[in-house]
């Protein structure tokens, strides 16, 4: 388990940025936070450490933003997802087979979809600019 307290968004995209060094493609994050925590800065902060391509921003009504590079990093928002029905349709389960790195806000919607090696990682709002990231399992932390 790895927790770091960030002070600033831009501390927290360059935790990540140092984090995505760990990952390896087929590798699955799990996000938890309130709306505002900073999951999508912390997914800026893997784009650039994976030295993706494009202008991150929440995947909110297209459910599935694509960021191409070596590795590429697939962000998804799954809050408006309510069913296995809804979760078919973002076309989830044919990434798990893309060999990229799937970023998953509003992951608690999908929690039994998961695979067991998922990583997550809960990104919690202590003021203003102040966050708490614990990242846990995968099989790494």
């Given amino acids: 388990m790895i927790k770091y307290l960030s002070n ?8 990540a940025c140092k984090f995505s ?30 030295q993706v391509y494009g202008e991150v921003s929440s995947p909110t009504y297209s459910l599935v933003n694509e ?38 806000e509003w992951s608690e919607n999908i929690q039994s979809a998961l695979p067991e090696n998922t990583i997550f ?5 202590l003021s203003e600019n102040e966050r708490k990231i614990i990242v846990d399992g995968g099989g790494k932390f």
């Fill in 8 to 15: 600033s968004v831009e501390q927290t995209e360059d935790f």
């Fill in 121 to 125: 990682i809960t990104i919690e709002k």
């Fill in 67 to 104: 960021y191409s590079g070596e590795t590429p990093l697939y962000h998804f928002d799954m809050y408006r997802v309510c069913s296995m029905d809804d979760l078919y349709t973002t076309g989830f389960f044919d990434y798990l087979d893309m060999n990229g790195i799937m970023a998953i």
């Fill in 21 to 50: 060094k760990e990952l390896n493609a087929g590798d699955i994050i799990a996000f938890n936070g309130d709306l505002g925590a900073g999951k999508t800065a912390f997914v800026r902060g893997l784009a650039k450490g994976l």
